[in-house]
């Protein structure tokens, strides 16, 4: 029996395309670029601003809008995991549609974090179907990682960006100078994504890290060396995404540090900040692939090194054997029914496993323990 | 002082195809059509289908895919406007992130009506950022309208469709003999589609519509006329579609019937059909364009005579000149400023107006009630 005959194909190529452009003093009125994108004339703004940085920047952004007779419906929203929710979202989306804005020439503004720009493209994206969004990160996380891709997302049942969407936005604006109100916690946050790419692709990257990575994080990445580290980390980033924006290749190397970490985060939300648990994976990554050979002594010791001397300090209490194998179990289901765990095998080099047992993971979570146990011991720290 | 450098652009071309494959018996266990895009071989499939159709259906689908060994979860689910919801929205997502499924290879199947399709369309593209989705339309609006295009959504604060997604569907599978149980009166909310693209872009249609359309009613289209009705339906809905998958452009003809009935169907959802609220819109749209003397009173009379002849009886008591003029408004917004209402110029041709004023959509309203109050005295029908 034949399973049918096609009668319609149907078929066309979506360009898809987005700039991301440095703009300093992004909310000096003479600077026009975050209002370019759009209408002005008569034209109005929803924007979600992070509430800790409205603290800073409120008025001046309230000012923005109103120097360039804009009506801006300007929205606080409390940063951290815990409000990456559907029911954030609705109350977002709630003031959007009684605000209201043009579907297509009235861009909504994301200015925030990671979680922040991560909900917002998502409403944006889900909004009569698409609206567009601009996103002005306003934290480490958000500036080398969030902000720069086109995936969106929400948390879902204590489920970790169950729900999403891959949502290009119309513009991304990077103004560094926005970091420096960042408290040092939120800076090492973004650092755990930087090192990311420095282990699995970047071998200068990493060197840079450990010669000019606490200075840099000292200077909240304000120093020439700290946005030298800041342009590599993006360049490799967006050198990893581009081919892939679609995830259409489910091995992706910067997949690293995200395979055991995720039921962590959605377990303990206002404890792990994303970069920390990311760490904890890419310890737990590391470990592994150290047990099987895959990496050097010599290497596994730069990249705990590394960490060392940025000053990161693994909170490996909150590792947990089960929620993370459950995480991997639930990755074979997102990757499409293999592991494809990055592993570094060198500094700059990685190998998808797709064989891990849960022997493998407890065995390493032991000797993370074990190291980081030894490490505290007072006695030692002379 | 400089808006900004632009220090990336990330761009690529998304290649979008599907299929709509006509596919009788679906549900025979010879027929692999509908397991065929997926995993077979140990897989798993999650499976929507309409209440009203499972009555009919259910055991059917169950053998079907135990037949071929997958591990199906059926999800029952009630049709009809007022499910075109959130909630019901949550309630699918949660079932199927218990079940689970790979996130590529084992596509959720959408068996139903409208409602149906657009609802597990939208839960598609925002589970896991995407997943693949197969349609399987059930009722005529389905067949002709929901199913064959890339738009999903739900209602959201008993507004229509406000959140959504283009979403195309991995496959569209066809089987016109599952319109055979189909309710007259849904049958008739499936015409309102066909009329409407006959009116806007197809003389031949219509003519097809004035001869053949009142036997194919009663056959369900399961004769040779009412097979070409549906085939010239689905061809000119697609042509119009598949240039504009995206809606880069927002004037729209296919958008003809649906600019001041939005807030109607938001309001009584258990009272009229989106056919439905379609063909009042379509009478009222009809009387604009009359009494602007862009269309001759031929071709109006022809266009209220298909009606009379396909047995629709207007339910003009729904009607409400501030809700439409609401509808109006709203479609402002998502039009990007412009009303961009199409209104038929000839049978097979439209124009598009954008300074309708509340005073005519009311004097429209008034001669329609007239009308049809006129056709309703008993006098007359003798």
Redesign the interface.
């Known amino acids: 029996?034949?399973?049918?005959?096609?009668?319609?194909?149907?078929?066309?190529?979506?360009?898809?395309?987005?700039?991301?452009?440095?703009?300093?003093?992004?909310f000096?009125p003479?600077?026009?670029?975050l209002i370019?994108a759009g209408?002005i004339e008569g034209g109005r703004r929803f924007v979600v601003v992070d509430r800790n940085f409205a603290r800073y920047h409120a008025e001046e952004i309230h000012e923005y809008f109103a120097h360039h007779g804009i009506a801006a419906r300007i929205v606080r929203f409390p940063g951290g995991e815990e409000n990456k929710s559907?029911e954030r979202c609705?109350r977002i989306?709630?003031e959007l549609?009684a605000f209201?804005?043009?579907?297509?020439?009235e861009p909504i503004i994301a200015i925030g974090g990671g979680v922040l720009t991560d909900v917002v493209g998502?409403i944006a994206?889900?909004?009569?179907?698409?609206v567009p969004h601009i996103k002005v990160p306003t934290t480490l996380m958000g500036y080398v990682d969030a902000s720069?891709g086109i995936?969106?997302?929400i948390n879902?049942?204590a489920?970790k960006?169950?729900?999403?969407?891959?949502e290009?936005p119309l513009r991304v604006?990077?103004d560094k100078t926005l970091l420096t109100t960042l408290p040092r916690r939120h800076v090492l946050n973004g650092v755990g994504e930087i090192i990311k790419l420095a282990i699995i692709k970047d071998s200068k990257l990493f060197r840079l890290l450990e010669e000019h990575g606490a200075r840099s994080i000292a200077d909240a990445f304000q120093n020439p060396a700290g946005g030298q580290i800041l342009d590599r980390a993006?360049?490799g980033m967006?050198a990893e995404?581009?081919?892939n924006?679609?995830?259409d290749d489910?091995s992706r190397r910067v997949d690293f540090g995200h395979s055991f970490s995720q039921e962590l985060e959605a377990r303990h939300p206002d404890r792990v900040l994303h970069g920390e648990a990311v760490l904890l994976d890419i310890a737990v990554s590391t470990l592994i692939a150290r047990k099987r050979c895959l990496l050097s002594e010599r290497d596994a010791e730069r990249i705990f090194g590394v960490m060392d001397r940025l000053g990161i300090v693994l909170d490996t209490a909150v590792l947990d054997r089960e929620l993370m194998w459950r995480s991997l179990l639930d990755r074979i289901?997102?990757?499409?029914?293999l592991q494809r765990v990055p592993v570094p095998d060198s500094i700059g080099g990685c190998v998808f496993l797709n064989d891990i047992t849960r022997q493998e993971i407890d065995s390493s979570i032991t000797a993370l323990e074990a190291r980081t146990r030894v490490q505290c011991e007072p006695a030692l720290q002379r």
């Open positions: 029996m034949s399973d049918g005959v096609t009668r319609w194909r149907i078929s066309c190529q979506r360009p898809i395309a987005y700039d991301i452009v440095e703009a300093p003093r992004l000096d003479g600077n026009r670029a370019s209408r559907l609705l989306l709630r549609d209201p804005i043009h579907r297509r020439d998502f994206s889900i909004y009569r179907r698409g720069v995936k969106t997302g879902f049942d489920r960006n169950r729900l999403g969407s891959f290009p604006f990077l993006i360049s967006l995404l581009e081919p924006l679609f995830e489910l289901e997102h990757r499409d029914g």
